[in-house]
């Protein structure tokens, strides 16, 4: 886990904010860390049609990098990784093949997954999983 930056996660155990604040402020800290490693972030929260969603597309180097966001305040439900399902990654590789058809070229892709733990007045913490899964999955058996 790394502390990001000297950022204070700005709110008191007693009046957590919204769910959507957070996913907003937790995506933003996953972005700057992932800037502060060295990447560009192409895009936030894409979505085409019912395709799912891609909540940052970044590249470093030649990689294209398909980033799922999880947060939390604290790990007492496990990690939000946990949270990144069968289900989960199929919608993300749906928007995914969505994206790199319309990019129309072969180009190396990776699916990262970026935990961030935003505890109530203290620095966000960032875990960031590399090749968290693979684009397509493997065949059934």
Not at 40 to 54: I, P
Not at 69 to 76: E, I, L, Q, S
Not at 99 to 124: A, H, I, N, S, T
């Amino acid at each position: 886990m790394r502390l990001l930056h000297n950022w204070n996660c700005p709110w008191a155990e007693d009046s957590p904010p919204s769910a959507g604040y957070l996913g907003e402020y937790g995506e933003l800290a996953a972005a700057s860390y992932l800037r502060a490693q060295g990447y560009k972030v192409l895009r936030h929260r894409w979505r085409m049609g019912a395709g799912g969603e891609l909540d940052l597309v970044c590249r470093k180097g030649d990689m294209l990098i398909f980033a799922e966001v999880k947060r939390a305040r604290g790990t007492r439900a496990g990690r939000p990784a946990r949270r990144v399902n069968h289900h989960k990654r199929e919608l993300i590789r749906r928007a995914a093949l969505l994206w790199l058809r319309r990019l129309g070229r072969e180009v190396p892709v990776r699916m990262d997954v970026v935990e961030v733990l935003l505890p109530p007045g203290q620095k966000p913490e960032i875990n960031h999983i590399l090749s968290a899964f693979p684009l397509r999955p493997s065949p059934s058996r």
